[in-house]
Structures are given as structure tokens and as C-alpha cells.
């Protein structure tokens, strides 16, 4: 089903047009009575495995539960 509504009436019933927008239905604003835009879901993502591979090896990060040596503890002033 399609709601379409003036900018007025979308910005009094904006909530009830985003759950609309969520339940699958197509909502138009329109200026004028002319169409001028069309509220739809954001395509959901999940979580990025791997974002970062190729960029971060585990060479490169040090291993945090290793003891420091004395020149890193002086660094620290430890």
C-alpha cells in the first residue's frame, strides 16, 4: 500500500511515517500535491568482519601479555 501525504502532514506524523516506512509500506511526500520524495528503509548491515585484513597483520601488532623490556619501561617512565 502506498501513503502519500503534503511536507505539513509528514512533519506532524513523521514517526508513524517511519514505522510505516519499517512495516513495508511505501510512503511519497508530496509539495503542492506533486510528489516529491519517497521515504524507504535503509538496507540493514551486519557487522564487518575483517574490516580490517590486509591492513593489519599479526606481525605488526605487539603481543600486549609479553613482559616489557627495560627500554620500553624507561620509555613509559616506569
Do not use: H, Y
Amino acid at each position: 500500500m502506498t501513503v502519500q501525504m503534503n511536507v505539513a502532514e509528514a512533519k506532524a506524523k513523521l514517526s508513524e511515517l517511519l514505522a510505516a516506512v519499517d512495516a513495508g509500506e511505501e510512503v511519497i511526500i508530496a509539495r503542492g500535491g506533486v510528489p516529491a520524495a519517497r521515504l524507504v528503509p535503509v538496507a540493514r548491515t551486519g557487522v564487518r568482519l575483517g574490516i580490517l585484513e590486509g591492513v593489519v597483520s599479526p606481525a605488526s601488532v605487539p603481543d600486549f601479555l609479553e613482559p616489557m623490556s627495560e627500554d620500553e619501561l624507561a620509555e613509559w617512565g616506569a
